[in-house]
């Protein structure tokens, strides 16, 4: 895939960007020693095993294998192709493209990647088109009146590019085709609907205020649109796209994420008015989920940015079965999750706007945990007058806490149950021990550790050298053949490391990564590129390595000819015997007749 573009640009780009930079950019990173750690975007963790190295602008995750250069991760973290991820790459560091670059994707899977790009280009053009809508429609005055009514200032209405779906079959759907956009991208974003009958399409969205919803990076990816009228519908959000899945999305995520991460907390509300207000009156580090409840897939998009998650449910019925739920998705996170209280009936978006910041901050400050939360509300149910309805208080709150897989953790939880019941806490805790049996067991950590290869040292040696001085491959070449190695894995990179040599002069980690193909072979170079290579020489380094290697392979020959030579006389020649040992006693450099030892 490489070989098709330009070697030049890509070259360019990659000197002129910063992998750290660039993943800060989705993962939270942390210093440690010479390299940044984080947990990896890739699968679920709670310890870090992703890290990224800036010397070697290599990124590698220790738990799922996955490893390569700034590339390597925009494509994986993208799900675009190879010239794609160069360009977006290109754009973070401010280096120009040429026109030319391809835009369908090469390669295998071309196609679909060709269509996600022009997804892209589909909204952001969209984006546009909504908000131009909104400012200077003459048939958008009412919706704008709404946007006044919520006090929304004209500069947060710009920076969320807010906009205005016109009352209309095919506004969007005709201004699109002739921007140039298909039938089949137009379908394919959600923005349109086919006619029942297979006539043509109509607008999804008609006299709406639309929101766009962004990726962390900013690009629109989805609408979210609010009626104007009494319409049964509410909010109507873009359906599942290549782009957006709407249980992996926070809306405002891209605008928060500065002051999340510095933060390390998260406010999550409940809609796209809330979290907009947030923003308008300084809480910036609030976002939205989208008419949906959280999923394990937020749960795993917030733990990359923040520390501690304040979540606002609306104060009702609904928010206690948030409650609830919100216990189970987050059960065994280690994110300090919290829940400011509302009063009943209180609409936070109206409540900033009403009462300004100071007040919502303080409430949020007094936010309770979640798990106290769910105990205030189990004990409110039952009578806790009754021995009965504290028992049966106590199984409420233990039920949502019996899945939680840290055992501490769990037990800890129990001290607070047993001081607002008023239950003993050794019967609490005989009580969470029948409970957890079975999901304890139901659930196994599938969290994959972290191995350390473990391999001979002169050959990992060898190795090391010829990853930190690729100038040393011709030397291993002249000294070792590649079945003086006794370990396949070793072999097997050795053998890639020589190719990319010989074609390019150099070998590339990244490169060799992906080229590798093997998890395992990928984690042993990805070991190697991660650990200190500080050594002056290696040549002397190599050598003594080589020398060690060449003395155990000696010494295995000449293990395997005696043991021919005892098997007696029979299947093995006098004269080729003797032609062995010399070539034994002068590659060891003895003088004969002192080979046997
Ligand atoms: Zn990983």
Known sequence: MRGRVSEDIVADVKRSADIVELISRYVALKKAGRSFKGLCPFHTEKTPSFIVNPERQFFHCFGCGKSGDVFTFVAEHERVDFPEAVRIVANAFGVSIPDGWPRRGGGGGGASKGLKTRLYELHTWATRFFRRCLTDGSNSAHARDYLVRRQFSPDVLDAWSIGYAPASWEALGGAARSAGFTDEELLASGLVIPREGGNGYYDRFRDRVVFPIRDPQGRSIAFGARALDDSNVKYLNSPETPLFSKSRCLYGLDKARDAVVEGRRILVTEGYTDTLMCHQEGVAWAVATLGTA???????????????????????????????????????????????????????????????????????????????????????????????????????????????????????????????????????????????????????????????????????????????????VPCVLAQASLDDFGDSRVRRILERCIDLYDREGDIDLAELSATLQDRELAAIVADIAMSPHERANWEQWLQDCLDRLSERARRAELKELKQQVAEGPDGCDPDALAAILEHHRRRAGKPAGSAAD
């Open 294 to 472: 959280l999923t394990r897939e937020h749960v795993g998009l917030l733990r990359r940015y923040a520390g501690v998650v304040y979540l606002l449910f609306d104060a009702d019925q609904a928010g206690e079965a948030a409650v609830d739920r919100s216990l189970e998705v987050f059960g065994d996170s280690d994110l300090d999750v919290r829940v400011p209280a509302l009063e009943r009936g209180c609409d936070p978006c109206e409540f900033l706007v009403a009462q300004g910041a100071e007040p919502f901050i303080e409430l949020i400050d007094a936010a309770r945990p979640l798990f106290e939360v769910k105990l205030g509300l189990a004990c409110g149910r039952h009578n806790m007058g009754s021995s009965d309805g504290r028992a049966l208080a106590v199984d409420e709150a233990l039920t949502s806490f019996a899945h939680i897989t840290n055992v501490a953790k769990a037990d800890l939880l129990t001290e607070a149950v047993a001081k607002r019941t008023g239950v003993d806490r050794e019967a609490v805790r005989r009580r969470l021990a029948m409970l957890r049996q079975k999901p304890a067991r139901r659930r196994s950590e599938q969290a994959v550790e972290a191995k350390a290869p473990n391999m001979d040292p002169v050959e990992h040696g060898i190795l090391r050298a010829v990853l930190a001085a690729s100038e040393l």
